[in-house]
């Protein structure tokens, strides 16, 4: 592959680059989607695209180069024909992903985070993909494989090294399954498109904000905003345009219920959106979908072609003058931190995903600075089905404080990983019986910045009265090192920091060495007293939620499992820092020494 | 005649759509900060500032000023904290202040010592920052960057250059300038722009000019930051948008 200041651009790469530009209107609030798509049809950035973009959409070409930087999918320079990025949440390494990652890496002649030689294929981790009841899983060009073993690696290997298209790999290994294990209200509904706007149009905007404030419906993101309240604040608020955003941007770790909703409930997440745009008078909805679910673009955008053609979206909706909305969807390219709803705004402008200063909030100065309603995928559908089933009705199911019903993804170790609907309320116990886990000691719920619950708490109930969820549960047994599980929340964390504020930055990097200090067999006391500090200067200074809840997987962990962290400290007091003998690793791989001669004794 | 809010017991009068720092300081009360700029927008990211408003921890430089809130800001908890952010920043850079030309006119460092930062307490991370000397008359040191974005802001909003953004995400997050060459010498900076006069540590620096102030003379030799950020900030809101003594301005 040729270096990337003599790639060849071409008369027909910038025609294609300046066709791209007018598909997106010259509008630089697209950016995000513009270079998405460069970066497809490019594998990677190229400086003269960058150059070139910068003057047909009048910005500074360093505004490009500072949003491209940002996100994990998209690459400034050449990263490889095939880009390979293994799922490395922490049921993914149950599942032997690190092993499987080494071999293919072996079989490649490269290492992790490099691209090899001939420029053909680089391979990293990346944050969860949201495959974690069929994982290991992986990302190849941005099209999700899942249930990998050694031998779909080494096919994988060698469909790369042959150089074979995407398109000609066997199509089963792309397959996803939804894993519905336990259905109910939302996943057993059998409304047809329009059943619910059709009702809905009968009520009218104010008392379809009266409807969902009595069904009591709270945020299924994880907050666990009353959603009516927010759709009320929306629609009284002042502004030239209101808009409604679906966040699909569903990255915590453990969490794939809004992948199975969108395959399978397509058509009422839309349905959802529409009504909440009636609700709150909108005329412009988005969905922002992460960028590892980017396989579901086509699909979804046929479901929205269809709700078109069948006049429930566009102008005068089911020939209601004066009800027009359409929904466009945006892609993310890696970025977790775009699940806060302000860094997801940022997003949708075009912009770095970095969480905006609040007050105010986006449901008065949103997408654009204008009042915009965000809710989670399973907000939308919950909403459309109170409506429909009626608002006293929906709230009898679950408990006072939480209504309606919940999906939970399960996974980890368990029998029947997958896609659980519960009402609200039940227990974590009920839950481990049912997905069939055995000798479980311990529950992440709501994934890394969630709680980790342990043995004694299964009786604990899921819902905003006890512990609330956004869906993750992820399932570890006796066999697995609680120490593990936040080491590699704790690098997550690090990873998806944005980086805007101090304590964040910076906290999360030293949080993440500390702990791979005590994994090194090199912590002491002191390590677990600086933690405490971190955490605290983490939890009151952090500019968002991903600062203040990164110490928790730690903070849990630490206070059942307290012997998974001390059998590794060193019973010394204090430490010094500094690995002499690690210090000589280098120098071995160097010298290609690995023999007694080429470590340093023990010391003390 | 206007309403007032109580910093650690005083009243702090405020006009409406001030937020608590930029009253606090109008109204001589020093809060430490180090990415707030009475001439900018606040940004809200080195989280110096943060105070407790009504018991829970915010950044002052954001928080809309309101009347009856109660903020505390000069107390042992939260200097413990504002100690440990400026530990961060000096471990996350490469700060060797004794041969720094900005030492002594150093906003970072005068923090240091104004908030007795006593030790390093964290590990350094030593990243890789290769300086840009491209320039004939301006030298950038990347080591020094404490990412505040007041040279993003100086020339994105007064100069209408934008010669300068912050690239990568999280502790990779870096400052890069405007040319494809990424070389500071292709942009259009200029020795007179305000870019030039904002960066608070010693990354953008006019060549030539270093150490040209005797120790003993440089801003803070004499005075703290904290009584001499007071002096600095403009008593009341500046219409002109002119600001005589800025932080930063050696």
Known sequence: MLPDNELRFDASRQIWLDQLVARHQTDASRLLQILREVQEYFGHIPQPAISRLAEKLSIPRVRIESVGSFYSFLHLKPHGEYRVLFSDNITDRMLGSEALMQQMCQQLWLQPGKVSEDGLVSISPTSCTGMCDQGPALLVNGRAITRLTHQRVQEIAQLIRNRTPLNNWPSDFFHVDDNIRRSGLLLDNTLAPGDVLRKALSLGGQKIVEAVKTSALRGRGGAGFPTGLKWEACRNAQGSEHYVVCNADEGEPGTFKDRVLLTRQADLVFEGMTLCALAVGSKKGFLYLRGEYRYMLEPLQAVLQRRRDNNLLGAKILGQSGFDFDIDIHLGAGAYICGEESALIESLEGKRGVPRSRPPFPVTHGYMQQPTAVDNVETFCQAALALHMGAEKYRAIGTEKSTGSKLISVSGDCAYPGIYEYPFGVSVREILQECGAVNTRAVQVSGPSGVCVGESEFGRKLGFEDIPTAGAFMVFDDSRDMFEVARNYVHFFAHESCGFCTPCRVGTSMLKQTMDKIAAGHGTKYDLNEIENLDSVLQNTSHCGLGRTACNPVLHTLKHFRPAYENKLKSLMFSPAFDLDGSLARARQMTGRDDAGAHLKEEI | ?250
Do not use: W
């Open chain 2, 1 to 250: 005649m206007s309403e007032t809010f109580q910093l650690d017991g005083a009243p702090v009068p405020f006009e409406p759509g001030q937020t608590v720092m930029q009253a606090a300081l109008a109204a001589g009360h020093y809060i430490p900060h180090l990415c707030y700029h009475p001439e900018f927008k606040p940004h809200g990211s080195c989280k110096l500032c943060t105070v407790k408003v009504n018991g829970r921890t915010v950044a002052s430089c954001t928080m809309p000023a309101e009347a009856g809130l109660t903020v505390e800001s000069e107390i042992e908890e939260l200097n413990a904290l504002r100690r440990t952010l400026v530990q961060m920043l000096f471990a996350e850079g490469n700060h060797f202040c004794p041969s720094c030309e900005k030492s002594g006119n150093c906003v970072l460092q005068a923090l240091g010592y104004d908030l007795e930062v006593h030790t390093a307490g964290f590990r350094h991370l030593y990243p890789d920052r290769p300086l840009d000397a491209s320039h004939p008359d301006i030298l950038l040191d990347f080591n020094r960057c404490i990412l505040c974005e007041l040279c993003v802001r100086a020339s994105g909003e007064v100069d209408g250059k934008n010669v300068f953004a912050l690239s990568g995400r999280g502790i990779a997050k870096h400052l890069i300038v405007n040319s494809e060459s990424g070389l500071l010498s292709d942009t259009n900076i200029a020795l007179t722009d305000k870019a030039m006069q904002v960066c608070p540590v010693g990354v953008i620096l006019k060549k030539r000019v270093g150490f040209n102030m005797p120790i003993g003379e440089r801003r803070y030799d004499e005075r703290p930051i904290s009584a001499q950020a007071l002096d600095d900030a403009p008593r009341q809101t500046d219409a002109s948008g002119n600001c005589e003594a800025c932080e930063g301005t050696p």
